[in-house]
């Protein structure tokens, strides 16, 4: 017994030893720029969503025309390996004798056990880090609990009501004959590899006369997505890699002050990426260092088939992400409003 | 034969963690890239049947290829791809077809010494430059493993483990492998390990078991390995990654695992793999008796060859020589040579 307990104090004292190792902090001013948006800023790139923005956004609605950016959640969807999105429903009001009242009222609701991560979601600034260091410059080993986030979660959001911005990079791929597509995509798609470059945003812009201004949210279709539709038979391929922007593209929107780079891929950039040994690279740029969101697994093909045809490929953005604390990301739901 | 062209990506000063000096010298090079015209260069790969594998290692020529096709993405090339298939004669005519084109330089990956000095001959005739992949061509700088070096990387991680692990007990080892493999240079490696062991663990009997180029046969012969060394500790250094899980497998069912520590060479998917794969080689298994294994990286030759290629392009000075830079991959630092893509 009193070696037992010996041992559970040296494992004690073990672990006090080693915690300083585990939630080891590294100097964050030297691996993450500061934030734009001052010291103690939490929210990221929507700070430049202003009334001025809001206002000048709101007449890109014109016709009323509402466009789902939004994929469906549902069993069978592609997930990365252990992720999951469960539902059960709860519907014992349905039984013989459950309804309440003369009125008989019944009721149904959910439970959802679900990771964040899933579905058409968007990446908070908590979500991506270098080595302990995320979003401007915060040491987050000492910013979590077992639960959540204590900095940088969700609820630190500002609103998303801007101009979005549609860039059909299917389109542009077409026209300058180098579309390489995957055979199992059923419409057009650009095939997983293929690096989008700075050049090859401004010519999809330029197809539709669009300059991007401060505070854009820019959404960009490669038809990736098309093997997304067709879950489950090609959530293997879907998830095998992407076409995507490289790290010049990234580059380029940041320095164009946007606020969210979305894409109908489950990474927004290109995978393989182009250095083997970097994981995730734009990731850093665009949420570690710059605060800007990524929106993955975006459903792009209705609203570029709609710009296509209207020849307007801006639009105002209806999105709302809920107030989750400590959060690092979540599902959400998004319109285009022409 | 098949080509791929592909829009060369403004420069981003991206750098290979374990390429990095071959790729800061490329630096200068590709920030002229939109200046420059672009380079047609062909690659004559060892074969692309996917049942072959390479340089007595896990990889196959796909992987080689595909390395080409992603490493061409941020380059001002052009890729022609040929498959010499092992056999001369198509070797020949991937090099004639090459001259016939005018392609701007030949990446030749050819384990058939005759034909490779055909090869060069031919090429020299024609103006046009070589770089070699592994195997010599007269004449031609030669990217490729340093046998000696992975070697030495895997006998030194068995003598640190044995050193550190299992101070003063008895071990023994074995090197398990397609010995007599010549043509891959494999008794380079085979010769390395054993003095590497030799020299830090002196006192540890070393037994060579030949898998005749079967892993298959491992098992077998590990399990008699172990039965017959039933008071020592035993150090195995696999010559390739099937190898060593076949020997894995082996003291597993001896019930020898806890006395068992295994290095391989090669580091090839079936050791490691991304964060759901959940393979041998992982940050949540650094229990693994497979401690590690000796990068060789064939699956990055692309990255490290094409900057070479465009280095030769522009008269700058490629030495001789230029090996492969192994390293060895553990659980420690797997997820840092090869990050996995299915975390997000």
């Known amino acids: 017994m009193k070696n037992k307990l010996l041992l559970a104090a040296a494992a004690l004292l073990g672990t006090l030893l080693l915690a300083p190792a585990v939630f080891a902090q590294s100097d964050c001013t030297k691996l993450v720029p500061p934030s734009p948006f001052g010291k103690d800023d939490e929210t990221g790139a929507t700070n430049r969503v202003t009334p001025a923005v809001t206002k000048a956004a709101a007449a890109e609605i014109q016709t009323g025309k509402v466009t789902t950016l939004t994929n469906v959640l549902v069993d069978g969807v592609p997930l990365f390996g252990t992720r999951f999105s469960k539902t059960i429903l709860t519907a014992t009001g349905l039984a013989p004798g459950g309804a309440l009242g003369e009125n008989n009222l019944t009721y149904m609701e959910d439970t959802w056990l679900s990771q964040s991560h899933v579905g058409t979601h968007l990446d908070g600034v908590g979500h991506i880090g270098r080595a302990d260091c995320y979003y401007n410059q915060n040491p987050m080993g000492k910013f979590i609990n077992q639960n959540r986030m204590t900095k940088l979660g969700l609820e630190h959001l500002k609103s998303f009501a801007t101009r979005g911005v549609i860039i059909d990079m299917v389109r542009v791929f077409e026209a300058a004959n180098k579309l390489r597509a995957n055979p199992q995509c059923r419409k057009p798609c650009i095939d997983k590899g293929q690096v989008i470059t700075p050049e090859d945003l401004q010519a999809g812009l330029k197809m539709y006369n669009v300059t991007l201004r401060e505070g854009d949210a820019v959404f960009i279709h490669t038809g990736w997505e098309d093997l997304f539709l067709q879950y489950p038979a090609q959530n293997t391929l879907y998830n095998s890699g992407e076409p995507g922007i490289g790290e010049a593209a990234a580059k380029w929107l940041i320095d164009q002050k946007v606020i969210l780079v979305g894409a109908d891929t489950w990474a927004v950039e290109v995978i393989p990426g182009e250095s083997p040994s970097k994981a995730f690279s734009v990731h850093q740029m665009l949420i570690t260092d710059n605060g800007i969101h990524i929106i993955e697994n975006a459903r792009t093909d209705l609203i570029a088939d709609e710009a296509a045809a209207t020849k307007r490929a801006t639009f105002f953005l209806n999105m709302t992400v809920p107030k989750a604390v400590g959060l690092t990301g979540n599902f959400v739901g998004i319109e285009a409003i022409q | ?344």
């Open chain 2, 1 to 344: 034969m098949s080509i791929a062209g592909f829009t060369p990506a403004p420069v981003l000063g991206r750098r290979s963690l374990l390429g990095g000096a071959a790729a800061l010298l490329a630096l200068p090079l590709a920030a002229q890239g939109a200046a420059e015209r672009r380079y047609r260069i062909g690659f004559a790969n060892l074969t692309e049947d996917p049942g072959t594998r390479l340089e007595g290692l896990g990889f196959t020529g796909g992987d080689v290829q595909a390395s080409f096709v992603l490493a061409a993405r941020s380059l001002p090339v052009e890729m022609v791809f040929y498959d010499n298939d092992r056999n001369r004669e198509k070797t020949l005519a991937n090099a004639d077809d090459a001259i016939a084109r005018k392609l701007d330089l030949y990446i030749q990956y050819c384990d058939d010494a005759g034909a490779n000095g055909e090869v060069a001959k031919r090429m020299k005739t024609a103006g046009l430059p070589v770089l070699a992949v592994t195997y010599p061509v007269p004449g031609a700088p030669l990217y490729g493993p340093d046998n000696a070096l992975a070697g030495r990387l895997a006998g030194e991680a068995l003598a640190r483990f044995a050193n550190a692990t299992w101070q003063g007990r008895a071990a023994a080892v074995a090197i398990v492998g397609d010995l007599a493999n010549l043509g891959d240079h494999v008794p380079d490696r085979v010769e390395a390990i054993a003095a590497a062991l030799k020299e830090h663990l002196p006192s540890a009997a070393q037994t060579r078991l030949d898998t005749t180029g079967n892993p298959a046969q491992a098992e077998a012969q590990m399990r008699r390995f172990a039965a017959a060394q039933p008071d020592h500790k035993l150090l195995v250094a696999a010559l390739d990654d099937t190898t060593a899980l076949m020997a894995k497998a082996a003291v597993e069912a001896a019930g020898r695992v806890p006395d068992t520590a295994i290095v391989s060479q090669g580091c090839d998917r079936s050791v490691h793999g991304g964060s759901n794969d959940k393979k041998e080689i992982d940050p949540t298994n650094r229990g693994s008796i497979l401690i590690g294994s000796v990068a060789y990286l064939l699956d990055r030759y692309g990255y490290e060859v094409l900057p070479l290629a465009l280095r030769m392009l522009r008269d700058e000075t490629v030495p001789p020589r230029v090996p492969t830079r192994h390293v060895l991959v553990t659980a420690a630092n797997v997820f840092t040579i090869y990050p996995p893509i299915d975390m997000n």
